[in-house]
């Protein structure tokens, strides 16, 4: 039988699930009173505890054990996205962007967006809901609504934009390089408009293709993350 899983960020110093997890455990597991359970503190610590108390609707768990640790990653992937008018979509990005690992998420605004506001707690525990299921040690952050200015004066780190042209630029393969920390666009599905287009690349963005298809956003987010991860798995 596997040991359930929780998310603990601060597990060195509450001795305490949250309600969340609490009604979790409690409700939907139905642990009892001396059973092994794991704590994840999404900044790359992995424990193994156990419960060794039920106090109305708090679960509390005991001396902590690392069982898995893993250093700050030499790549790290950060996406921003233009939200979808459907916010079922974007959930369903977080959660798979989440399983194959990503070290952050941010939601910004441009001329072409069909959303100007967003829901973060949602996809913050989609993202939770991912970390758990995947065994991930890091949680990505999530923030927005930026700006599509903020967003094209950020300085460090490989810069990037999904670009659709005819003729295609180059693929996100052979325009990304190895073992950087990337910060990469996906506009909405209108696109990115000229004079957007041009910012970016006047900030030192490098616009990349997807391939000839005209993908959702949701559908590209999760493409870019899996081509970065794949293009540093050597």
Known sequence: ?????????????????SEEESFHAI????????????????????????????????VAFGPLEVIESEPSPLYKIHLYVAPTK???????MVEKCGEFGIH??????????????????????????????????????????????DIASLENGEKLFAFISNPPVSSLAKIAVKGQEYHVLVGPEGDFTPEESALLVNNNWKPFSLGKSILRTETAGIA???????????
Not at 1 to 9: C, D
Not at 224 to 234: A, E, I, P
């Open 1 to 17: 039988m596997s040991i359930a899983v929780f998310y603990a960020p601060n597990a060195k110093d509450s001795s305490y699930l």
């Open 104 to 149: 952050g998420i941010h939601f910004f605004a441009s001329k072409n967006s069909e959303r100007k506001e967003i829901k973060l707690q949602r996809l913050e525990k989609t993202a939770i809901s991912a970390l758990k299921q995947s065994k991930n040690l890091y949680l990505p952050e999530i923030t927005g609504l930026h700006t599509f200015k």
């Open 86 to 92: 459907q916010m079922e979509r974007m959930e369903w």
């Open 27 to 58: 409700r939907v597991l139905r642990l009892r009173v001396g059973e092994t359970i794991h704590l994840l503190d999404g900044r790359g610590t992995k424990f193994s505890s156990a419960i060794t108390s039920i106090e109305g609707k708090k």
């Open 224 to 234: 870019v993350c899996l081509g970065l991860h794949l293009l540093n798995s050597d």
